[in-house]
């Protein structure tokens, strides 16, 4: 067994790291809904997350492996596992800043900039920890991931206007 396959992905238990990526886009929804007086964002925010994720992943695999560089399932979910906790830790440490700025804001704008940044932000270092993870060798299955990752945020980043457009009219 090498060293990498003992090795912890990330500086606290893996546990924690998904337990995070499962509540910090509550958290954004939270601050987005108690500036916007409106309770769909505490859901909303989650099941866009975790929704293009179950909703992309699977094209994501089916693409590579057409290329014929794809990793095993395995080692796949985890790598999916491990960008979704790069995801948490990371929007963990942007929750406190986006609420100080949003709620401290008198403009509602400021509340979908800083949400927005907070989620798109742990978004792309989720994505960077994820290519890292599947380590593609072939110059087709990098591609097919960046057009993936492009495509997931855009959906994500569209759903989530969508809801700040409804929220804010």
Known sequence: MSLAATESPFPIPRGLALALAAIGPV??????????DA????????????GVLAATSPALYIAIAATGDAPPAGRVARALMVGLGAFGIALAGLVLPAAFLS???ISPVTTVAMTSL??????????LRLSRELQTRSAAASLIFAVWAVATLGI???????LAAEVLS
């Open 27 to 36: 958290a954004i929804g939270g601050i987005f809904a108690a500036r916007a």
């Open 39 to 50: 309770a769909a964002p505490i859901a909303v925010a989650p099941a866009i997350v975790f």
């Open 103 to 105: 709620l401290s804001s």
């Open 118 to 127: 907070a989620l798109g932000g742990a978004a792309l270092l989720g994505l």
């Open 156 to 162: 994500a980043g569209r759903l989530w206007w969508d």
